[in-house]
């Protein structure tokens, strides 16, 4: 892992201690959009190509009815 924080000495104990806070809370953070990633890439595995075409327009910017239209 890299450093994340700086903290000079002396330093004190809550400085510390609010940093390694942050640095769990940022370790947590990335487990969560892991897990969700994970999830997302099954989600997409089992879209039909239709759907998966459809969910490509919309991803495009199209409007729902375009996406869903093909046109």
Do not use: Y
Not at 10 to 27: G, H, T, V, Y
Not at 30 to 47: C, D, H, I, P, S
Not at 55 to 70: C, T, V
């Amino acid at each position: 892992m890299a450093a994340v924080d700086f903290i000079e000495k002396p330093f004190a104990k809550e400085l510390l201690l609010a940093s390694l806070d942050q640095r769990f809370r940022r370790i947590l953070q990335k487990e969560v959009t892991g897990e969700r990633q994970k999830n997302a890439k099954v989600q997409l595995q089992v879209l039909t190509p239709r759907e998966r075409e459809v969910l490509d327009g919309l991803a495009q910017g199209l409007p729902n009815s375009f996406a869903a239209h093909g046109e």
